[in-house]
């Protein structure tokens, strides 16, 4: 079982730190790396120049420590004008109290698959571990990233995702519980009654996979670290707990926010992209509804709201 292969990444510890878009860089990764664990790059948000340097930084700066970066597998909705007009009405008393000229504002995914032109990028890096959310890219894909020779993860919410992952021969399998922040990974059902908590869902995929099992959502201090392992887990996987790090780009008010009682309410919202992901409750949140609300589907609601965010 999954308890039969410690440090499987190479690492001096069997801490894997998630990769957080928009919180963080290279500089969070490598100081993992540095610090004994698997730091992650997080490129699903990268434009194609900043994904380039930020790998170069990584290959050249860990000292040949194991390092990953991390992508997004899922497929591309099409574009529905009528709902991304609908979506911008919505926003549009935010956008006022903020002075921001929606007329101005982006439009375009924010978030982009793994594809042919990805790879190519970075395959001259030859990252050690490569690992995806949201399922695997294409057989292809997944073929010319194995022949880097990395090893490859992604996430499963459910034991049916998990033995769809085990069966694409991936080198491990992060066990997403819905603590998790972020998104959920899910990709064969977006049914939330189908997510369990990591306790939970850990000891199943466990039993159900031969492959290492990482367990991911809840992981905040040794308590939690050892009841993973007690529960079959070949290692762990921290995202939150590394936000107050001087190396995370966490702005001022997110940090704030992790250190006060508001960090104790936390909800499922597909308010920042379309997609349902874990957050601290806020204004946005509560006003617009954190799911039932008139976000364009993943990962389309992404441009209208990001002023929004930065304000």
């Not at 571990?129 to 890219?137: A, D, N, Q, R, T």
């Not at 306790?199 to 995929?205: E, Y």
């Not at 499922?268 to 601290?280: K, N, S």
Request: net charge negative; hydrophobic share 50%; glycine share 10%.
């Amino acid at each position: 079982m999954s308890t039969a292969h410690p440090h499987l990444l190479g690492t001096a510890l069997p801490i894997v730190q998630a990769p957080m878009a928009g919180v963080q860089g290279s500089a969070l990764a490598l100081a993992v790396c540095q610090a004994g664990g698997l730091g992650s790059l997080p490129a699903a948000a990268l434009s194609p120049d900043a994904l380039r340097v930020e790998l170069g930084i990584m290959a050249t700066q860990s000292q040949g420590l194991p390092w990953n970066v991390n992508f997004f597998a899922h497929v591309p909705p099409r574009p529905d004008e009528a709902r991304e007009a609908a979506w911008r009405a919505s926003l549009a008393p935010f956008y006022a109290e903020h002075g921001i000229d929606a007329t101005r504002i982006a439009t375009g995914p924010g978030r982009n698959p793994f594809s042919d032109e990805v790879a190519d990028l970075v395959e001259p890096f030859r990252p050690p571990v490569v690992s995806f959310h949201f399922g695997l890219p294409t057989p292809d894909l997944l073929a010319r990233v194995r022949g880097w020779g990395a090893k490859v993860l992604s996430s499963a919410t459910t034991v049916e995702e998990a033995l769809w992952l085990q069966a694409q021969g991936v080198d491990a399998i992060i066990a997403q519980g819905l603590e998790a922040g972020g998104h959920r990974g899910f990709f064969l059902t977006r049914d939330l009654s189908t997510q369990m908590g990591t306790f939970a869902l850990l000891p199943q995929i466990v039993q159900a996979v031969s492959v290492p099992v990482i367990a991911a959502g809840g992981i905040v201090d040794a308590p939690s670290v050892a009841a993973a392992f007690a529960l079959g887990a070949a290692g762990v996987q921290a995202g939150t707990a590394y936000l107050l790090c001087p190396e995370a780009t966490t702005g001022p008010i997110h940090r704030a926010a992790l250190q006060s009682e508001a960090a104790r309410h936390t909800a499922l919202t597909t308010l920042f992209t379309g997609g349902a992901a874990r957050g601290i409750v806020n204004r946005a949140m509560r006003e617009l509804g954190a799911l039932d609300n008139q976000a364009p589907a993943f990962p389309l609601a992404t441009s209208a709201i990001a002023p929004l965010r930065a304000a």
